[in-house]
């Protein structure tokens, strides 16, 4: 139980074109939804959080026209990366949390590569 | 402000070796801890977690951690290492309580020799 997917789990776009992440629990309801980067050798960083049917709640730093996130349903929760430059590259990682409970389940991650 | 502090980046030890890997935390409410293991192009995968009650966890794969509140710790023990073990450990702590917010340390790459 608790599984967490993500898709695409990697991908290569050119500078200035858009990239679109999904994030689902695929056997929970999860109310929220978080995403996190995470750069080589280094530890995740909590982008946003997205709760369902509401705006993300973006941290401190994070260009939320940038960065758009989409949580439509209890299940899914999307990113996009808009505009995406080479310094975008990066290891995106949603994670879920069902409703009423404390621990985050996480997506396998999805490699970004902007050229 | 709660905050994380994973004490050494990366350690190494044999196979059958005890594993201790550090984590020691701040914060101003009573905190909710987590250790999570990754590997290799993957995301996390929960090894132990505390929350209330015994200060003993006992998590997957041999590990547990200690929850001591006065040393403000959250070390993560396994007995006995074993070579399917290497990979990175990040210890957590959560952010506002039941809404999950999850601030995590640096982490700690472990290696196991044979």
């Known amino acids: 139980g608790a599984v967490v997917s993500q898709h695409p789990s990697r991908v290569i776009c050119k500078s200035g074109t858009s990239v679109k992440i999904e994030c689902r629990s695929l056997?929970?309801?999860?109310?929220?939804m978080f995403w996190y980067r995470q750069f080589p050798k280094q530890s995740l960083m909590l982008m946003a959080t997205s709760n369902e049917g509401s705006k993300a709640t973006y941290e401190q730093g994070v260009e939320k026209d940038k960065f758009l996130i989409n949580h439509a349903s209890l299940t899914l929760s999307t990113l996009t990366v808009t505009s995406a430059h080479p310094e975008d590259s990066s290891f995106y990682i949603c994670?879920?949390?069902?409703?009423?409970?404390?621990?985050?389940?996480f997506g396998p991650g999805t490699r970004l590569l902007v050229l | 402000a709660q905050s994380v502090t994973q004490l050494g980046s990366h350690v190494s030890v044999s196979e059958g070796a005890l594993v201790l890997l550090r984590c020691n935390y701040s914060?101003?409410?009573?905190?909710?801890l987590f250790w999570y293991v990754q590997y290799p192009n993957q995301g996390l995968q929960l090894l132990l977690k505390y929350t209330t009650g015994a200060t003993l966890v006992k998590g997957i794969n041999g590990f547990e951690a200690e929850f001591k509140k006065s040393e403000t710790s959250f070390h993560l023990t396994k007995p006995s290492a074993h070579m399917s073990d290497a990979a990175e450990y990040f210890c957590?702590?959560?952010?506002?309580?039941?809404?999950?917010?999850?601030?995590f340390g640096k982490g700690t790459k472990l290696s196991v020799k044979p």
């Open positions: 914060s101003s409410v009573p905190p909710y």
């Open positions: 957590a702590v959560s952010d506002r309580g039941s809404q999950g917010n999850l601030i």
């Open positions: 994670s879920a949390l069902p409703g009423g409970r404390e621990t985050q389940y």
């Open positions: 056997d929970f309801q999860a109310t929220t």
